[in-house]
Structure formats: structure tokens, C-alpha cells
């Protein structure tokens, strides 16, 4: 039998660990353009700090005993054949999961794309590093989570920079609690970031954004997390998938290629906290399915339910977490987004970085 897992983002490397540990007999493939699993929820702080690079870039070899990398782009799948299709190699499977994850959505705004750097991969960061320089004036469009970090971290530079973060909804962080978004605005402020919200971007020319009010706002540097949009293995879309996380009876989805509806009937964010757990579910599904052999029949998949303890996100030099009720500042805040991010890279064997990352994140 032969597992493909398509995409080595947080999803597919827990995944692939958990399918290796799980079926002893089984062939599991694991498809990524890169030959590395990136911590994408650190990538951040590489446009401050690139020696972190190294630490945040796992080659994808190091981590799996019987996993069998395969370093080529996914362009498609076909369901119907059972066959995963890449530029020059087509891998047919048993079962497979996708889990390629979500590319920058430009919305199709004049000059977006064409004058901004997006903050997906290692060399974002660099280029965006590259055009800030002391005195800059810096637009970061979009105020979700990444958004916030990219800003918080912009404005922790000693580079005397003026920085401007866009957002068209009503609050930064949209979507998430009322106290959490007050308490990221207010770390956002502190570091004298200009947080304009109700702001929608119209368009980008070289040098200034316009925005659909009429205002034109200069940049020397221009970053932009506005948005996603699904793999080019699925044309962009980002496919509705119920709570079993399957696309069909051989094939799963988990992560941000897709939109998922959890067991509640609550639609799940995208996140690197539901990639992971929702990669949990699809492994333990398969490892069921996985027993019963090539019949194509087994026992009905586990059901996903989506239900946060809580959520993290850098500022700068600080951070704000909420745990239930409760929002947590400063240092205290620092050591629990330490201790998950270091819980992460445990539980996919990458022991040593996660003790580089909690001294790089706490350590004085």
C-alpha cells in the first residue's frame, strides 16, 4: 500500500511522522517542492535576524526514518486515476492527503503583486530586509496574524523606520476575541507602529498605496499579507471540506489548502494549530483505513473539532498570547509561545532546534 502525502508544511510532516510511527508495512511518500520544512510561524524573524535560518529550515531527510521524500512540485491531482502529477513524475497512490497548504491572495489589485513582497519562504524575508533601510517608510497591508508579526518585528529594527499597518476590517487580528485584538493593537501602538483599520487597499504604484477612500499613503517598502489563496494544485480554490477531511474515499485534505467545517459546524481558521491537529486526525484515519488493506473500505474516519485553547503571536521583542479568558504579556507570554513552538519541533524529532529556538526566544 502507498500513502502520498503531498506538501511538507506543518500538516504534512506531522503527518508523514505520525503515518511512519503508525503503519510499520505501508509506503509513504512525502511530495514537496522544497527540500526543507520550513517554521513558518518564525519566518518573521528572519527579516531581523537571518542567522535564524538556519534554525527554522529542517531538511526534510533528517526527520523520517522510512518516509520517502520526493523533491517535486505537485501540479495536480487526479483523483479519478488515484495518481498524484508533477512536472516530470507521476506517483499513483492508495491513499493520499493533501496538504500543500496556501499561497498569497493579491485579490487581483492593480500592482499588488507586482510592487510588494509576500512572506512565504526564506527568500521573502531577505528581500524584504533588503529594501528597508534606515529611515524607510514601510506599508505592511493586511493585519492578521502575519501581518502583525511582520510590523512588530519591522518596528524592533534599529532602523529608525516608519511603518504603517493597513487593515480593512474594523480590528487587527480579525476574527479573533475582542480582548486579544485590543491587546495586539496596543503592542502594535507601544512600538509606534500607525495601525489604520477600516482601510481598504485600491491599488499599489511604484512608491505609494491608494486606498478606496482616496488616500495615498508613500512607501519605500512595500509588504503584503492580505490575504490567501489556494495551491495551484486545486487552480487557486481552496476546496469546502466537511469534518472527516476528505476530498473523496482515498483522498484527505488537512491545512490551508482547504476550508474546513469542523464536527461543530464551526468553519476553521487557518492556522499552524489546526494544520497540526487536523494532520492528527487524517493520520489516525489512516492508519484505520490502512488496516483493512486495498478494499477500500474500512472504518468511518475520525471527525474533526476544532477547539483553540488558545492563541499566540509575536510583537517585536514581545508577544501576547490568550488561554482562555485570560491575555498574557511580555515575558510571560514570550515562554509560552517559546514552549509551543519547542513542543512542535519535539514532536517531529528536531530536538536540537527546538532548544536553539527557546534561547533564541527567551534567552537574554
Known sequence: MRIVVCGAGYAGVTLAKRLEDGLREAEVVLVDREPSHLIQHELHRVIRNPGLADVIRLPLESLFDRVKVREMEVESIDRDERVVRCADDEIDYDYAAVCLGAETNYYDLPGVEEFSVPLKRLEHAERIRERVTDGSRVVVGGAGLSGVQVAGELAAMDRDLSITLLEQFDAVAPNFPANFQAAVTEELETRGVDVRTETTVERATEGAIETADGERTPYEAFVWTGGIRGPAAFGGERPPVRSDLRLDSRTFVAGDAARVVDDDGEAVPASAQAAIREARVV??????????????????????????????????????????????????????????????????????????????????
Open 283 to 364: 493520520a489516525r484515519s489512516l492508519v484505520a483505513l490502512a488496516g483493512r488493506g486495498n478494499d477500500g473500505f474500512g472504518p468511518r474516519p475520525e471527525r474533526f473539532t476544532f477547539d483553540s485553547p488558545g492563541w499566540l503571536v509575536s510583537v517585536g521583542d514581545g508577544a501576547v498570547a490568550q488561554v482562555g479568558p485570560t491575555i498574557l504579556r511580555g515575558r510571560a507570554a514570550l515562554a509560552l509561545k517559546a514552549s509551543v513552538g519547542a513542543g512542535y519541533l519535539s514532536s517531529i524529532g528536531a530536538v536540537r532546534n527546538a532548544v536553539d529556538l527557546v534561547n533564541e526566544e527567551v534567552g537574554d
